[in-house]
């Protein structure tokens, strides 16, 4: 998908950045996280609106970098990120939630970008992370001290 940026890629990129932030979101309010649905919707959406603004600039001004934008939301993501990590006495709580969202950024602006088959991918591979791991780990580490709602 090169060439200039029409208003229907737009209006694409950006719902599939509604829907990408959702299913991520949907499996982080399952496991009753505070940062849920809406949060990775946000981000997603932030984050490719970022990316299509990106590319959109140096089609209108005929030249400029268009990975300047993109570098920034992954930096700010670091710092929403570490809002989500807690320390509770000797443990520590909202790391998953953390690379999520840093995920979530990630995901949006590669759908900005255009890059719908490695969104669908990354975003089929985190929920299986999020999900199916999360089984597998209990599994193999059955530990009493596995609080059943942390990840």
């Not at 694409?12 to 990408?20: E, T, V």
């Not at 990354?122 to 299986?128: D, M, N, P, Q, S």
């Not at 530990?143 to 942390?150: M, V």
Request: charged residues 15%; contains cysteine.
């Amino acid at each position: 998908m090169t060439g200039t940026l029409t208003e229907i890629d737009i209006i694409i990129r950006i719902c599939l950045a509604f829907a990408a932030g959702s299913i991520i979101g949907l499996e982080r309010s399952s496991r009753r996280q505070v940062a849920g649905l809406r949060t990775h919707i946000l981000i997603a959406l932030g984050a490719s609106c970022l990316m299509l603004l990106s590319i959109w600039l140096p089609q209108q001004l005929n030249g400029g970098d268009p990975g300047r934008i993109a570098a920034q939301v992954v930096s700010g993501m670091g710092f929403l990120g570490a809002g989500a990590i807690i320390r509770l006495g000797s443990s520590i709580r909202g790391l998953t939630t953390a690379a999520s969202l840093w995920l979530t950024a990630a995901i949006g602006l590669t759908i900005g970008a255009g890059m719908f088959i490695a969104a669908l991918v990354v975003t089929a591979l985190a929920l299986i992370t999020l999900i199916f791991m999360h089984l597998l780990e209990r599994k193999i580490f059955p530990e009493d001290n596995w609080n059943k709602d942390a990840s």
